[in-house]
């Protein structure tokens, strides 16, 4: 019972930063109904911005919230410019063309963004330091002690923030009606007013805000990166989103949540080899019974 907890907490933790990056994809797919596959290498920018800016800025346990709060608004800043950037570049130009072409060069602007990152910082693995220590320890007196550690709560809170003020944002905003708006049919949403190209951009930007918040929190939990942790995390994340339902946000946490307990049950009770294979298994026999997600609607073609 002590493992399965703290397998429980490990997973709801890495779920987080898969529902982080899934609400990225979801909403892109909301408005104009196609895939940023770019979007795992932005996760990855921003965890290169995140542990630089560690690494300039230095950590003094005095200012370790003003820290991380300004290299959170660093990271969140340099993402979103890239990520209005890989909308310009490949997905506006191609907005009115045939479905395939947007994928194939958000496909290109993924190589692209790898490269950069290789190309800019090397090959070798990045590490840095822990920064937020202290745990709280449960059921001492059993033979297996679960941690939870004050970084898992600050993910699992930062998660939970996040969420509401999306929720927020999407119900009760100007711009949240202006993206449902967009989402149900873009040109009368233009005949109404509503700046559309504008839209789009502030989403692309948003979304890519968020995958900076994702790839601080996985600076934080596991203290190393590559320039290739993007197309995994991606791919995984992509998977959440579906498995929830793309075009849902409450659908593609709950499928980040779905993929990181998997994972993390997987490899705890079974092997790590084939953890990939449970987490993709599950999201085929859930398509099968819900072809939509778990929290997808289904689309309505209008003639």
Request: charged content about 10%; aromatic content about 12%; some cysteine.
């Amino acid at each position: 019972m002590e493992y399965f907890l703290q397998q429980l907490v490990n997973g709801i933790t890495l779920g987080s930063i898969y529902g982080l990056i899934a609400i990225g994809y979801t909403m892109v797919y909301g408005i104009i109904g196609m895939i940023n596959f770019a979007h795992g290498d932005i996760f990855m920018i921003g965890a290169f911005i995140a542990i630089i800016s560690f690494l300039i800025f230095g950590l003094t346990s005095i200012a370790l919230p003003f820290i991380l709060l300004f290299v959170l608004l660093i990271s969140m800043l340099f993402t979103a410019c890239y990520g209005w950037t890989v909308e310009k570049l490949a997905y506006k130009p191609l907005r009115g063309s045939f479905r395939l072409a947007p994928l194939i060069s958000a496909l290109g602007m993924s190589i692209v963004l790898q490269n950069f990152v290789q190309v800019a910082q090397g090959a070798r693995t990045k590490a840095i330091h822990p920064i937020i220590t202290g745990k709280f320890e449960f059921f001492k007196e059993s033979d297996f002690v679960v941690i939870v550690s004050h970084l898992q709560i600050f993910m699992v809170l930062l998660t939970i923030a996040l969420m509401a003020g999306f929720t927020f944002l999407i119900t009760k905003t100007d711009l949240g009606r202006a993206q449902r708006a967009c989402e149900q049919d873009k040109t009368m949403a233009s005949l109404l007013g509503i700046n559309v190209d504008r839209t789009i951009s502030v989403t692309f930007i948003i979304g890519s805000s968020l995958a900076s918040v994702a790839g601080m929190m996985f600076v934080l939990y596991y203290g190393v990166i590559d320039f290739y942790i993007g197309f995994l995390a991606g791919i995984k994340a992509f998977t959440a989103a579906v498995l929830g339902g793309i075009g849902s946000l409450p659908g593609a946490m709950l499928g980040g949540l779905i993929i990181g307990l998997i994972e993390v049950m997987w490899s705890g009770y079974i092997s790590s080899e084939y953890k990939d294979v449970a987490a993709f298994s599950v999201l085929i026999v859930t398509l099968i019974f819900f072809p939509t997600g778990l929290l997808g609607k289904p689309e309505i073609e209008k003639v």
